[in-house]
């Protein structure tokens, strides 16, 4: 071998070694039954409460009657690019769709919500300007930021003072200013004070994206997100959300006006360059809308459910972020406490999954339960004799960088 050559195996190896030392090596777990309140793991039957399957749609007949119809139609594949091939009818009536649901001009959809922030962040930024982003924002919204080449500034998590300042110091610099943030942050389940962002976006002469992965399909008047919740949909001039995660399908889309869309059907990398989502999904997304929208005694039931599980939690000495999506943050702290709390929940029959840095801060391990419109009051008793009393309850209380 040459003495300068990196030698590849032995570096995998060596990287591999290293993630088990840390106990941060992950692994997939192979689920061998349709999405649900139980799924089948390793020839067991597990609670699955790990999924963004917030209204229990993956599974619902409805989406794969409406992608059949369309597979009957449109066949498979979108066969290339927008832009090369032709755009497909599926995907436009999905846009409008949207568009009109978030009360925008207009809306452009995109293979995934990584491929949504990436692209948009890199075509509306770049050498020159600055970028915005909270401290806990999502990985593919700080790899937008790092991918667009701006300068970026990343103000304490819903620090509006810190982010204010930051503004304030930079006043004098050229260049465009954007403020990107999560609606709702998905590892913490608490909401960003968009209100105050649009106040700061709007006295500097910023543009505001917010990331609505987490509320879409939860809050809103007709379930379009956290900003339509405070009425702000005015004031955010670029609105992302995702389709596969409480809409049960795949993809997502960037809302906004007319010139912003034409702006990224050109500019953003991630929508010119990749073969367009396969139409059966843009058709089972429209059904998924109408869902989420004309039934809402779904996102009522799962938040219900997730305030009697915190409730019931915290009385049985467990220690839980509050919030109003159904993620429940249950922090352990420790790492290797984790694990061997998901572990145990795991023998036990319940699929939680545990988080660990680099996912959240140090120190601030948790299992994050996630529950859906599916679950039922028994899966809440199945939960809660699973974890058994907690800390508090026991007298080892954990030492977490995060308040509840
Ligand atoms: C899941 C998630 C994404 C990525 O969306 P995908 O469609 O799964 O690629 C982006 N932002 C946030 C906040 C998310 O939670």
Redesign the pocket.
């Known amino acids: 071998m040459h003495d300068d050559n990196p030698d590849w195996p032995a570096w995998i190896e060596a990287s591999l070694a290293d993630l088990d030392r840390q106990t941060r090596r992950r692994v997939l777990r192979r689920i061998d039954s349709a999405r649900g309140p139980r799924v089948r793991i390793d020839g067991r039957e597990l609670l699955l409460c790990a999924s ?1 399957d917030y209204l229990a749609l993956t599974a619902d007949p409805r989406l794969a009657d409406a992608a059949r119809a369309a597979l009957g139609q449109w066949g498979m594949g979108a066969g290339a690019s927008r832009l090369i091939s032709g755009s497909m009818g599926p995907h436009h009536e999905l846009e409008s769709r949207i568009a009109e649901w978030k009360g925008t001009e207009a809306a452009l959809l995109f293979n ?6 990436v692209g948009t962040i890199a075509a509306l930024c770049g050498p020159g300007d600055r970028v915005y982003s909270d401290a806990l ?2 990985a ?2 700080i790899d937008g930021c790092r991918l667009s080449r701006a300068e970026i500034r990343v103000w304490p998590h819903r620090d509006v003072e810190a982010l204010a300042a930051m503004l304030e110091a930079d006043a004098r610099q050229p260049g465009r200013r954007l403020i990107v943030t ?1 609606s709702v ?2 590892m913490d389940a608490d909401e960003a004070p968009l209100a105050a962002l649009c106040d700061l976006a709007e006295r500097h002469g910023a543009w505001l994206m917010v ?1 609505e ?2 509320a879409t399909g939860l809050l809103g008047p007709r379930g379009q997100g956290l900003v339509a919740d405070l009425g702000l949909g005015d004031r955010v001039a670029v609105q ?1 959300g ?4 409480a809409l049960g399908c ?3 889309y960037v809302a906004g006006s007319r010139a912003l869309i034409e702006l990224l059907v050109n500019r953003a990398r991630s929508f010119v360059f990749t073969t367009a989502l396969p139409p059966a999904v843009a058709a089972a997304a429209q059904t998924a809308i109408d869902i989420a929208e004309h039934e809402p005694e779904r996102r009522r039931r799962v938040q219900a459910l997730a305030a009697e599980l915190r409730k019931r939690l915290r009385a049985q000495g467990w220690t839980v972020l509050p919030g109003r999506v159904p993620i429940l943050p249950v922090l352990v702290g420790d790492d290797a406490e984790t694990m061997a709390l998901a572990a145990r929940l795991y023998a036990a029959g319940v699929f939680g999954v545990g988080i660990r840095p680099p996912t959240v801060p140090e120190g601030t391990s948790r299992i994050r339960l996630t529950l859906t419109a599916a679950h039922d009051e028994h899966d809440l008793d199945a939960i809660l004799a699973a974890f058994g009393p907690g800390p508090n309850l026991t007298g080892r209380v954990a030492e977490t960088g995060v308040s509840s």
Do not use: E, I, P, V
């Not at 995934?112 to 922030?117: E, I, K, T, V």
């Not at 995702?242 to 995660?245: A, E, Q």
């Open positions: 963004n995934s919500g990584w491929h949504a922030n924002n999502h593919s919204l999560d942050f998905s990331d992965a987490h992302m995702t389709l596969g995660k795949f993809g997502a």
